[in-house]
């Protein structure tokens, strides 16, 4: 054999021990694979999922009233002027409830032109007209918090009798919840372990260690049943329609949703 075949052969094997290497770890990469799938497909099979429900009612303690008030004027200082009366008498009324500044915060403030299209008509003939200025809006929105909840329907009032035109809530809620949440989700683990108890006993097996939880909450504010936003034609009725309002708290309700997945034998 001479030299160059020789030479040619030890490339040939150099080439084909890496290509061999490479499919070994192929090999080894794959069988790894399919054991954790047929590991995983093992531990799915030996578990079982079950769900429990805990619900705690509770009382709400905070009421939050949002409201606002919109001006139009062709003069843009005048509009903000006129609106900072009726914002003003609004907040000196609700600080007089007890509310402290803490407890207000502006939702948004906004001002803005309106135009008007206005066509150069004689006789039955208009020709291409202007776009003229008609007024500048001025709004503003501020919520408030209501911590003495017996206090919501004479924040009501108030604010009816100072003039705003937009007057939504209260919306009464539980201002740290977290206490009732931790109990409504002990009652649903309690309850999704007596359902696994019951369900090990139906199918014959022990129930194991628990591998996995998900969890679920459900509660909100709780808006008036009359709630609504009175427009600046709402305006006309009488200060004492406002003094009249009542406003039923009711109960809040907190629900956890829990699934727990647990190992059998």
Do not use: W
């Amino acid at each position: 054999m001479d030299s160059n075949t020789n030479k040619s052969l030890q490339s040939f094997l150099k080439v084909a021990s890496a290509f061999l290497s490479i499919a070994i770890v192929v090999l080894v990469v794959a069988v790894i694979s399919l054991s954790k799938n047929i590991s995983n497909t093992n531990n799915y099979a030996d578990t079982i999922e079950v769900s429990g429900t805990g619900i705690v009612k509770a009382v709400p303690d905070v009421a939050r009233i949002t409201f606002g008030h919109s001006v139009e004027n062709v003069d843009l200082a005048e509009a903000q002027k006129d609106l900072e009366i009726v914002i003003a008498k609004s907040l000196s009324s609700l600080k007089d409830l007890g509310i402290e500044d803490g407890d207000i915060s502006q939702q948004n403030y906004n001002s803005y032109p309106r135009y008007e299209y206005r066509a150069n008509c004689t006789g039955v003939r208009c020709v291409d007209g202007n776009r003229e200025l008609v007024a500048y809006e001025v709004q503003q929105t501020i919520q408030v918090t209501v911590r003495d909840i017996d206090n919501a329907g004479e924040a009501l009032a108030v604010l009816g009798d100072a003039g705003v035109t937009q007057l939504n809530g209260p919306y009464f809620e539980i201002d740290d919840s977290s206490v009732y949440q931790q109990e409504a989700r002990s009652k649903a683990i309690d309850d999704a372990r007596k359902e696994a108890k019951i369900l090990a006993t139906d199918l014959g097996v022990r129930l194991g260690k628990m591998v996995d939880f998900y969890e679920n909450s459900y509660g909100g504010p709780m808006p008036y049943a009359t709630n609504r936003s009175l427009m600046a034609s709402d305006m006309v009725m009488e200060e004492s329609s406002f003094k009249e309002v009542t406003v039923p708290v009711g109960e809040d309700e907190i629900q956890v949703n829990v699934t727990l997945v647990f190992k059998v034998k």
